[in-house]
């Protein structure tokens, strides 16, 4: 294999590594301590880093120097998206196994009548989750509906827990809230592609 066939392949592999982290040039190369130029040279196929950072890359990414230098007939983005989808579902089904827990505890032990709130605490801790995992892998689209389902979680439980129908205005609150969240999104998004 050539030099030059080294450079496209390494900057093919980048790319796609970066991408399937959701991650910006300017960002992976904060990670990485380097320039965004220099990372933005790396894959246009102009320059390729020596030997110790593609180790270092590819030691931050998870994968091989060979994976990084050879040309790839699977993608990336699928083996991450697979495995960082599995452990955020794990870490969720965990949270409401432990509400299972505590809704049998509740119930049989204590017989407590509205044991069942056990699961509607369950969704703003399963947001918290989802949340951490959405700005760590998944992106914008994944954290935006994992903090509307943390605010409208919130809401319900204030609403079921304090058992007063009275408090139908909450939900007017929410309304408001959510459009507040949609355009802060919104507005980033814009601001991001600038």
Known sequence: MTQEEIKI?????????????NLTQL???????????AVSKWEVGTVLPDVETISNIADF???TI??????????FENKFFKNNLFITSATIFAVFFVAS???FVLSSAFHVDRSWLSFLVAIPV???VLIVFSALW??????YVA???????????????????????????????QILITFSFMIKSIRAKR
């Open 27 to 37: 960002a992976l190369a904060e990670k990485l301590n380097y320039s965004d130029k």
């Open 61 to 63: 990414f998870g994968v």
């Open 9 to 21: 392949n390494f900057s093919k592999n980048l790319i796609a590594l970066r991408k399937s982290r």
């Open 126 to 128: 399963s947001a918290i």
């Open 66 to 75: 060979n994976d990084l230098i050879y040309e790839k007939k699977k993608k």
């Open 101 to 103: 827990i505590v809704f």
């Open 147 to 177: 903090i509307t389902i943390l605010f409208w979680g919130i809401l319900l439980n204030i609403y079921l827990f304090i058992f007063n129908f009275d408090l139908w205005f909450i939900f007017i609150v929410g309304v408001i809230g």
């Open 138 to 143: 998944f992106g914008r689209k994944w954290l």
